[in-house]
């Protein structure tokens, strides 16, 4: 069985909208495509780099004093006994273990899939502020107390005016409009009709904003109807899918 590490939110397991890190929903969206079982164990903050030293995840970046910085998702394989750590070298990993199940980094695509997913964040637009602006808000119940004190420690979190707010939500639209362009309106998916890495990539900022703005909100209901309908069907192809996600609600509350 694999087991998936992610920063734990306020909403509870059960809950398909539950999932803060963009990174680790592109492994969630990857495991449902691969139709693979995996337990979700989740993490406050101030307990990744203990739960990662302690299974042997890797850090996956430097902090600015020059020390590692641990980070979700890292997942381990028991059937393997593998632990892996950075979102694209887990997909890479889960393509090489499991050669009979969709390849989500095809034949010949990894340096752009890498770059795709490297580019994403810029690609669609920051969240950083508009989410910092919603935990200032409405949003704050969905961070853990724990989680909030690490994020405020880093710096304060952004408030924005209404008029920077739709800046912000003018930039994402546009991002993901210039990759709407780029795509054939008849093709769901990055690759056209085949899956890969880098619709997870889109998937994973999608998923993770509606998180905070959940399907009743004018924000997710204005993407779904952003660029004829193509997001919402990525939810779709996502949410057609069985589920492969296994909690266990004592061990998320111990
Ligand atoms: N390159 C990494 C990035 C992962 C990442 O930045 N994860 C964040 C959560 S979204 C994290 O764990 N941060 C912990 C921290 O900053 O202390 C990947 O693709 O997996």
């Known amino acids: 069985m694999i087991t998936l590490y992610d920063v734990k939110s306020t909403l509870p397991p059960s809950d398909p909208r539950c999932g803060y890190s963009p990174f680790s929903w592109r492994v969630r969206f990857v495991l449902r495509f691969k139709g693979l079982s995996y337990k979700h164990h989740f993490l406050e903050y101030p307990d990744i780099e203990g739960a990662a030293k302690l299974l042997g995840a890797a850090p996956t970046a430097t902090k600015p004093d020059g020390s590692p910085r641990y980070t979700v998702p890292f997942i381990h394989d028991s059937t393997t006994n593998k632990v892996i750590s950075n979102s694209f070298d887990i997909v890479e990993y889960l393509d090489a273990t499991y050669p009979d199940t969709i390849k989500m980094i095809p034949e010949e695509t990894r340096l752009l899939q890498k770059v795709f997913a490297d580019m994403e964040p810029t690609l669609i637009g920051q969240l950083h502020a508009l989410m910092g602006n ?99 069907r990525l939810f779709e192809a996502y949410e057609s899918l069985p589920e492969v996600e296994r909690y266990n609600e004592a061990e998320i509350e111990a």
Request: proline fraction near 3%; glycine fraction near 10%; charge should be negative.
């Open 134 to 232: 919603a935990f200032t808000k409405d949003a704050s119940h969905l961070v853990t107390p724990r989680n909030m004190e690490v994020m405020t420690a880093r710096g304060p979190l952004s408030v924005l005016t209404e008029q920077e707010e739709k800046e912000n939500w003018d930039r994402i639209k546009n991002g993901l409009g210039g990759l709407a362009k780029l795509m054939k309106d008849e093709d769901p998916f990055v690759m056209g009709k085949r899956v890969s890495l880098a619709d997870a990539a889109v998937f994973g900022r999608l998923a993770c904003i509606r998180w905070v703005w959940n399907e009743e909100t004018d924000e997710w209901k204005g993407i779904m109807s952003w660029h004829g309908g193509r997001w919402s």
